[in-house]
């Protein structure tokens, strides 16, 4: 069902209508000053991000994976319950990689 229908209907109904968030801005400028490349070859450009999950019995369990951006290959998972520092644990893990020579590294930022 289209968004703009379930609000007629809840205006309809005399339900309050949230307000719409507003959009994102962008990572760059208009200007073009700032240009995420592409990656050119292999270990030109790694990736980490977390990813939260529980498990069935409800305890935290916190991933951080570590991905080649140009082969889509995931170099190393570091899998806790509790991740403690960042530049700690993305040092760490690293270290699981294959040995590949990286040049650039890129962060999964939001949540998903």
Not at 6 to 33: C, D, N, Y
Not at 34 to 57: K, L, P
Not at 82 to 111: E, F, H, I, P
Request: net charge positive.
């Amino acid at each position: 069902m289209n968004h703009k229908r379930v609000e007629r209907i809840w205006r309809r109904e005399g339900l309050k209508v949230p307000r719409r968030q507003p959009k994102r801005g962008r990572l760059w400028l208009a200007s073009g000053s700032c240009v995420r490349r592409r990656a050119e070859h292999r270990d030109h450009v790694w990736s980490y991000d977390f990813v939260f999950d529980r498990t069935h019995d409800g305890k935290p369990l916190r991933m951080l994976t570590i991905v080649d951006e140009y082969t889509r290959e995931c170099l190393a998972i570091d899998v806790e319950r509790g991740l403690r520092s960042r530049g700690q644990q993305v040092g760490g893990a690293q270290d699981l990689g294959d040995g590949g020579a990286q040049t650039r590294g890129m962060v999964g930022d939001g949540q998903e």
